[in-house]
């Protein structure tokens, strides 16, 4: 960074134009008064001033070269570098006379002539150009960062990927990729329609066709939600598609006999990996989600503690990697291990590394099972959940304490505020001792 220079009484800054801007700015040195006699206040504004016109030069470029919506931007950030908020064009038509003068004056370049990139910023000829259905995604990612910010890299991709399938599914059905801000009501329905013909000919059902409405609807909201409209559109309100033949889809639960008949059975895992093997164990005696367990960091597995436990809860971190979203925040959850499970996460006091932060433990687990003859029809390793309820319900345990030992939302449940403390760990260590299962000599 070169020094300030002294010029008189006052503080300059002089810096060579880099050869970047030469096509934008027509100085080789930059002389710029820092308004100032000191030279320690001259060597603090002279970083920010300089940023100032790298900025400016920069916006220049974008406005001279970039496409439409880099223009729009570079506009925006033309006006702001030069004290100017953006208006466009209907508001500067409409502004104060001496505000208009002033960005006129502004708009002159080095050489004293209108510079025409400025004069477009400053009195707003520059187009705002409509977001392309083809851009929602990004665009929605970016109003949602704060919302998403515990998110790892795997579950960011979960996120984007049914949001990039309903988009691309409305661009099919319309035949273009359109204003996002011009998706109407029509536009909807066409979208119905296609999803319609579609499961004629393929037998797509009705949940997904559902799925891809509720996330156009969602990404719409937040789209009209930054533009701040008090009554926005909402042209999927009434789009769903309803089939009375579809079968209610329910997981079902693996049944205990068959737990402890089958997979307890000497050798009957010995064919998975040793984290796979682990972390259906652990389900069996958690009633936990199966990304719950593998995307487990290592100070989530407590076992020093007086009841070993897990602890189900966001993870922040500047690292990606690190990152990790529960469902929701009744998912927060302290859940003591016992039996096999407690056995399992002594074999793994660091977690699974194989599969965290992936998607590929439940299609490769099942698909062992299955070849083994280890799953029966038509169920699959997510009953291990239902079957941990289904315990505690033949048990006798009443639905709200099943339902907080599950990670459910008791106010939803109930359909009223919830009072009252909600369980202790040794409370919850008192309902896993009793519905545990035996554990086998080969699985301590």
């Known amino acids: 960074m070169s020094k300030p220079v002294l010029r008189g009484t006052t503080w300059y800054l002089k810096r060579r134009v880099p050869k970047r801007y030469a096509s934008v700015e027509p100085r080789s040195v930059v002389w710029a008064s820092l308004k100032t006699d000191s030279y320690s206040v001259a060597l603090q504004k002279s970083a920010g001033v300089w940023l100032s016109y790298i900025e400016g030069w920069e916006a220049l470029l ?89 998110k790892n890299r795997e579950q960011m991709r979960l996120w984007r990927s049914p949001r990039l399938r309903a988009v691309n599914n409305l661009i099919s059905a319309l035949g273009q990729d359109m204003a996002v801000i ?42 009209y939600e930054d533009l701040e409209d008090d009554d926005p559109p909402r042209p999927y309100a009434r789009i769903s598609i309803h089939d009375r033949h579809a079968k209610p889809s329910q997981k079902r639960e693996v049944p205990v006999d068959w737990i402890v008949e089958k997979w307890f059975a000497p050798d009957a895992l010995s064919g998975l990996n040793d984290e796979a093997r682990d972390i259906l164990l652990i389900s069996i005696e958690t009633g936990c989600r199966q990304n719950e367990i593998y995307n487990l960091p290592a100070s989530a597995i407590r076992l020093e503690d007086p009841i070993p436990h897990l602890r189900i809860a966001h993870e922040e971190s500047e690292n990606p990697e690190e990152r990790r979203e529960v469902k929701n925040l009744p998912s927060h959850r302290e859940i003591p291990l016992v039996g096999v499970a407690l056995a399992a996460a002594k074999r793994h006091p660091e977690g699974f590394p194989r599969y965290r932060n992936k998607s590929s433990y439940s299609a490769s687990v099942n698909k062992y099972l299955r070849n083994n003859g280890l799953l029966p029809e038509g169920v699959t390793i997510g009953g291990t959940r239902h079957s941990w309820e289904g315990r505690m319900k033949r048990a006798g345990y009443e639905m709200d304490d099943r339902g907080e030992l599950m990670g459910h939302s008791l106010k939803a449940r109930r359909g009223r505020e919830v009072y009252g403390d909600g369980m202790t760990l040794s409370d919850r260590l008192h309902v896993a001792r009793e519905i545990m299962l035996p554990v086998p000599e080969h699985l301590k």
């Open 182 to 223: 011009d998706v109407g009501s029509a536009e909807a329905r066409k979208h119905k329609s296609w999803w319609q013909a579609r499961r004629a000919k393929e037998g797509q059902s009705a949940e997904t066709a559902n799925k891809d409405f509720a996330y156009m609807a969602g990404m719409l909201a937040r789209f």
């Open 62 to 150: 974008a406005g001279r070269d970039g496409d439409a919506a880099e223009k729009f931007r570079a506009a925006q950030q033309m006006a702001t570098v030069r004290g100017f908020q953006f208006l466009s064009i209907d508001q500067v038509e409409r502004a104060p006379l001496e505000d208009v003068l002033r960005r006129v004056e502004a708009t002159r370049g080095a050489d004293g002539a209108p510079d025409e990139v400025v004069a477009a910023a400053l009195l707003g000829a520059v187009e705002d150009p409509k977001l392309r259905l083809s851009d929602l995604v990004d665009h929605v990612e970016q109003l949602s960062a704060y919302d998403n910010r515990f």
